[in-house]
């Protein structure tokens, strides 16, 4: 009988156990409260009120989708994948001690596996999907009015 321990748990990492991701998300945040500042001015240089509002609306879910899902991928995801690799060396190395064959924790590196993957398809399609708000925004609310016929 082999004995196997656990995967690490799937949960961000502290800034003293990723650096640089935490800086990489920091220069993120910052990317995006520049994307927010230009968002603002074209949305409060409309005059009706209606789009003003939808314009608010499309802000407040850019910022959210991206910050949630740059934290997913670079602050949760990275570091999992990190964690993952270093308990498959010990497990391997520990099984292989014990006279056993990988296959005693396979199935348990194959669900931690696919927990990760979910999580990074989540970021990442939330961070997709604050790009494309993002463009939708400037494409809707440019900083400057094209007037017709000045083309």
């Given at each position: 009988m082999?004995?196997?321990?656990?995967?690490?748990?799937?949960?961000?990492?502290?800034?003293?156990?990723?650096?640089?991701?935490?800086?990489?998300?920091a220069?993120?945040?910052?990317?995006?409260?520049v994307?927010?500042?230009?968002?603002?001015?074209?949305?409060?240089?409309?005059?009706?009120?209606?789009?003003?509002?939808i314009?608010?609306?499309?802000?407040?879910?850019?910022?959210?989708?991206?910050?949630?899902?740059?934290?997913?991928?670079?602050?949760?995801?990275?570091p999992a994948?990190?964690?993952?690799?270093?308990?498959?060396?010990?497990?391997?190395?520990?099984?292989?001690?014990?006279?056993?064959s990988?296959?005693?924790?396979?199935?348990?590196d194959?669900?931690?596996?696919?927990?990760?993957?979910?999580?990074?398809?989540?970021?990442?399609?939330?961070?997709?999907?604050?790009?494309?708000?993002?463009?939708?925004?400037?494409?809707?609310?440019?900083?400057?009015?094209?007037?017709p016929?000045?083309?």
């Amino acid at each position: 009988m082999c004995t196997v321990l656990a995967p690490p748990p799937l949960a961000p990492a502290w800034p003293w156990q990723a650096p640089g991701n935490w800086l990489a998300f920091a220069v993120a945040l910052v990317l995006v409260a520049v994307g927010c500042a230009v968002g603002i001015v074209g949305v409060r240089r409309q005059t009706d009120a209606r789009r003003r509002r939808i314009g608010w609306v499309l802000l407040l879910a850019m910022t959210l989708c991206l910050i949630i899902g740059l934290f997913l991928i670079l602050i949760v995801v990275y570091p999992a994948i990190d964690a993952l690799n270093s308990w498959e060396s010990q497990q391997d190395q520990a099984v292989r001690a014990q006279g056993c064959s990988a296959a005693a924790w396979l199935s348990l590196d194959h669900l931690a596996l696919r927990t990760i993957q979910n999580v990074h398809y989540a970021g990442g399609g939330l961070t997709y999907l604050g790009f494309l708000l993002f463009t939708l925004l400037g494409w809707q609310y440019p900083l400057k009015a094209v007037r017709p016929g000045s083309l």
